[in-house]
């Protein structure tokens, strides 16, 4: 099985949006750091996705915010611009990963219910193998619309874990996906 990781939108943008938390966020730079580190040493491409929307907002390549964190340091072997949540929808990505015969996305990057999710969930109903790597994604605190109930980033990641686990993917660790990159190298 040819693999391929996914680092979805570890963008700028992000720091300037109203609901920017550092809660998580330097567990989650570690986990994303030893992913990218991981499979750049099995000779895994890694992908980078870059959100961008043109409406003057953060995540419009006119703010300068379109550029990756500064705490994460990636050299990626294919850069992707995006439009829309699934790093799939309107992109290349698909006629690459088919073009080097790819069938295993890692998924990584932010936000772990909205694009990461997204995209794992596309690339399951196309018929590649998704790993859905949780440390390695990073989300916010976000409120519920009509309840008002505040649901936690862990809270998202534990909903996010439950509606894709054994239907849309595999939920792994960073260590548990670099053990089996390892174990296929065999």
């Known amino acids: 099985m040819k693999s391929a990781l996914l680092v979805i939108d570890i963008q700028n943008s992000f720091k300037a949006r109203p609901f920017w938390s ?32 043109f409406d003057g907002g953060p995540f419009d390549p006119s703010s300068g915010l ?32 088919l073009g080097e015969q790819i069938n295993r996305l890692i998924i990584s990057g932010m936000r772990t219910e909205q694009c990461c999710e997204t995209t794992a969930r596309h690339g399951s109903d196309l018929g590649l193998q998704i790993d859905f790597i ?17 649901y936690s980033p862990a809270e998202i990641k534990a909903r996010t874990e439950l509606v894709l686990a054994g239907r849309f993917a595999r939920i792994l660790s960073v260590q548990q ?4 990159l390892a174990e296929e190298e065999k």
């Open 22 to 53: 550092e809660e998580g966020y330097a567990h989650w730079c570690r986990a994303q750091q030893a992913l990218i580190d991981g499979c750049q040493r099995a000779a895994v491409p890694v992908v980078q996705i870059f959100h961008h929307s």
């Open 66 to 97: 379109v550029t990756t964190l500064p705490e994460i340091r990636i050299t990626p072997d294919r850069i992707i611009h995006k439009e829309r949540h699934s790093a799939l929808a309107g992109t290349p990505l698909l006629s690459w990963l």
């Open 134 to 150: 949780s440390e390695a994604t990073h989300t916010f605190a976000m409120t519920h619309a009509s309840s008002g109930v505040n």
């Open 177 to 180: 996906v670099l053990a089996s």
